[in-house]
T-cell receptor, first 111, second 114 residues
Framework: TQLLEQSPQFLSIQEGENLTVYCNSS?????LQWYRQEPGEGPVLLVT?????EVKKLKRLTFQFGDARKDSSLHITAAQPGDTGLYLC???????????FGAGTILRVKS | NAGVMQNPRHLVRRRGQEARLRCSPM?????VYWYRQLPEEGLKFMVY????????ESGMPKERFSAEFPKEGPSILRIQQVVRGDSAAYFC????????????FGPGTRLLVL
């Protein structure tokens, strides 16, 4: 059973389209982090959200943390081929430091 | 400003051999985490260490796996008598503070057991 459900698993879109990736859980997290991972490399941190209801923007990427700190979303506006990659959400449990990862979303943006 | 460093990047072992994976955290970071990414699966927590202490090893297999983070030198993840099921990417992450919400990952070590 996946503690952090991430959807969709795969996403193939045309350049210029918008998309949203979701991470949902029945557990409360003290924070949630989004990473992007390229083949053969380690996850690269995009953002950390800590406060319930928090919204952070990173250029064309918008991250939101749910009010109850159980879910999060990543929205990409006007996707570009350079956005292609694996996107991972990871939640930090209240009682410890270890991260619980979602299964990931493979995004492919076609030009 | 070096990030988290891991070596080797690729490691090939035959069944029954030992694998040693090394991780040097970012400068100023004293907390190290190891994660494993099996083929077609997500990253799974293995162990959390501070200098000379294992804080949480709840994700470590009970046998053949051990980890250390000595006072001097890198953190080591050691796998004894490797089996094919150990083939995976092993990632190390570090953070500057206990309870820090953000972990920074290294490039990983890809272990292949023949």
């Amino acid at each position: 059973t996946q503690l952090l459900e991430q959807s969709p698993q795969f996403l193939s879109i045309q350049e210029g389209e918008n998309l949203t990736v979701y991470c949902n859980s029945s557990s409360v997290f003290s924070s949630l982090q989004w990473y992007r991972q390229e083949p053969g490399e380690g996850p690269v941190l995009l953002v950390t959200v800590v406060t319930g209801g928090e919204v952070k923007k990173l250029k064309r990427l918008t991250f939101q943390f749910g009010d109850a700190r159980k879910d999060s979303s990543l929205h990409i506006t006007a996707a570009q081929p350079g956005d292609t990659g694996l996107y991972l959400c990871a939640g930090a449990m209240e009682y410890g430091n270890k991260l619980v990862f979602g299964a990931g979303t493979i995004l492919r943006v076609k030009s | 400003n070096a990030g988290v460093m891991q070596n080797p990047r690729h490691l090939v072992r035959r069944r029954g051999q030992e694998a040693r994976l090394r991780c040097s955290p970012m400068k100023g970071h004293s907390h190290v985490y190891w994660y494993r990414q099996l083929p077609e699966e997500g990253l799974k927590f293995m162990v959390y260490l501070q200098k000379e202490n294992i804080i949480d090893e709840s994700g470590m297999p009970k046998e053949r796996f051990s980890a250390e983070f000595p006072k001097e030198g890198p953190s080591i993840l050691r796998i004894q008598q490797v089996v094919r099921g150990d083939s995976a990417a092993y990632f190390c992450a570090s953070s500057p503070l206990a309870g820090s919400e953000t972990q920074y990952f290294g490039p990983g070590t890809r272990l292949l057991v023949l």
